[in-house]
């Protein structure tokens, strides 16, 4: 079983991916996706979003990154694939996902999801101009108002070369929203022969298991599960879900990454946004939380995380 952790936009950074990968249990990370509009884009804009690109690709821990673009220009998107790799990125993976309007409207991420033809123009561009030695993979929702066209587009997105197809097991429609419809992904997963991995709705080592089991991919991706549970991989593995004392240890470690990384300033409301996903897991960052709700600084945040 390989276990990816998810792509998420203003969640999972290169400090959330050194976190999880030390703790372990995944085997690859892709990073929160570059939009590719309409030009190439200096090696800058890769490094803020991927730093591990100065270190072959890797976290600290060792496991290797993949740098996700969205877009929907074959020949930048090609371009830019190109440049990933050539900096380093241990293949590339094209989002034909993401829900976001601003997103949408230049016609990237889910909205493609209605035109088969252009899922197919663009995985071909990317996929002839990188190096055959690097993957370039896809991650796709099941539709976007409806699932019609998930078998069609899942063979087009195989037809034009895509090396792997993670699938999220929804519609764009159906947002977030559980359940996550993991026997469609089954049907994809009998339909194409590249390998597929199965995403959406695992929070827990029975849900990896019932996933597996009703998609028929033994491959998964997990996303707000992660956060949710700090050791989610492992615990998938077999091992106990980490206490609540072993996560004010990460929340407060978290902290020191994140005001004396880059990101210091949007600390209060990164650590908000996490402990917002804790609180599935754990009634004690309920009570956290409610503590930190309307404080402001690092400095006012951080002895509510260490107090006993
Ligand atoms: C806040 C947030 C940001 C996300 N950003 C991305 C992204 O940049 N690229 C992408 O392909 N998917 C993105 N996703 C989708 C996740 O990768 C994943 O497919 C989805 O959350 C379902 O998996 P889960 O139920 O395990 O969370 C994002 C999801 C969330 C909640």
């Known amino acids: 079983m390989h276990i990816t952790l998810a792509p998420m936009e203003g969640v999972v950074d290169h400090l959330m991916r050194d976190m999880l990968t030390r703790i372990g249990g995944y085997d690859l990370c892709v990073t929160e996706f570059v939009r590719i509009v309409d030009q190439l884009l200096p090696p800058k804009v890769f490094y803020r979003l991927c730093p591990e690109l100065k270190q072959q690709g890797l976290t600290s821990a060792g496991t290797p990154v993949r740098v996700q673009l969205l877009g929907q220009d074959p020949g930048y998107l090609a371009e830019n694939a190109v440049r990933a790799v050539s900096l380093g ?41 990188v190096d055959k030695q690097h993957m370039v993979t896809a991650k796709m929702r099941l539709g976007f108002e409806d699932k019609a066209l998930a078998i069609d587009n899942a063979l087009a997105l195989e037809a034009a070369g895509a ?28 339909q194409v022969s590249v390998p597929v991995v199965a995403n959406g709705e695992i929070w827990s080592r029975a849900d990896a298991l019932a996933c597996q089991q009703q998609s028929l991919c033994e491959d998964i991706m997990l996303g707000r ?53 804790l609180k599935r897991q754990y009634s004690e960052a309920h009570q956290l939380f409610e503590q930190i709700r309307t404080l402001k600084t690092a400095g006012e945040i951080l002895p509510c995380l260490t107090q006993r």
Not at 93 to 104: H, I, R, W
Not at 167 to 185: C, F, L, N, S
Request: proline fraction near 5%; charged fraction near 20%.
């Open 89 to 129: 990125s241990h293949g590339v993976d094209l989002n034909f996902g993401c829900p976001a309007k601003t997103v949408n409207k230049s016609k990237g991420g889910a909205v493609l999801l209605k035109e088969t033809r252009s899922l197919y123009a663009i995985v071909s561009a990317v996929r002839s101009a």
């Open 163 to 190: 090396d792997l197809i993670t699938v999220h097991a929804r519609t764009k429609a159906e947002g977030y929203k559980p359940p996550a419809y993991w026997d469609w992904i089954a049907r994809i997963r009998e």
């Open 225 to 277: 599960g992660a956060l949710a549970l700090p050791n989610l991989a492992q615990v998938i593995r077999g091992a106990s879900p980490m206490g609540w004392d072993e996560v004010k240890v990460l929340l407060v470690n978290y902290s020191g990454y994140e005001i004396y990384g880059d990101k210091g300033r949007y600390y209060p409301n990164r650590i908000k946004q996490w402990l917002g996903y």
